[in-house]
């Protein structure tokens, strides 16, 4: 008896340890560091079926967003790592204007939260702002007829894991 509670108390710290520290989860988001030596975290929905969000953001969106893959950044003046991914939004801009819509919600204060919850509403991206607003530096691409989330980028200034997807995107419309 003496000896299988030793051996209890020697694996419970052991399986607990394995627990906290996500080593036995496999969707688990990958974090990696990006060319400007940031850590970014990369969370793509078809890659990681266990993500905490949604791979839906509750239906298609509104017939004005229709056509053009949507990209949505949600973004505060304050953010540091929200500064660091704006010259690749800029440039994702510049590279897709006409073929792609883009929406930035501003949660740099309650007042401009509220504003763009109101816009997520009437937009169709609600139930995607409300669970992310708290997630600054957060930019999706979502199909707008579906309402599939296709990507979504957590920190990451690398033009190319948003072009690779805004490509492919485009090419099936």
Not at 7 to 16: C, E, N
Not at 47 to 55: D, F, L, Q, T, V
Not at 85 to 98: C, D, F, N, Q, V
Not at 153 to 166: M, P
Request: proline share 4%; net charge positive.
């Amino acid at each position: 008896m003496k000896i299988n509670s030793i051996s209890l108390l020697t694996i419970a710290p052991i399986l607990t340890l394995a627990l906290v520290t996500g080593c036995a989860n496999p969707c688990a988001a990958k974090t990696k560091t990006n060319s400007s030596g940031l850590e970014t975290e990369t969370v793509k929905n078809e890659k990681n079926p266990c993500a905490s969000i949604s791979k839906n953001v509750g239906g298609p969106l509104s017939k004005e967003m229709q056509g053009k893959p949507v990209v949505v950044d949600i973004y505060a003046t304050w953010c540091s790592a929200c500064k660091n991914i704006a010259p690749t939004l800029s440039e994702l801009k510049e590279k897709y204007a006409g073929e792609a819509e883009f929406i930035v919600f501003d949660v740099t204060n309650k007042s401009s939260v509220d504003k763009a919850q109101m816009e997520a509403e009437k937009l169709g991206l609600g139930k995607f702002f409300a669970a992310n607003k708290s997630k600054t530096a957060l930019v999706a691409i979502i199909d707008p007829e579906t309402g599939k989330i296709l990507t979504l980028q957590h920190k990451n200034s690398n033009l190319a894991d948003y072009t690779s997807i805004l490509d492919s995107a485009i090419a099936k419309k």
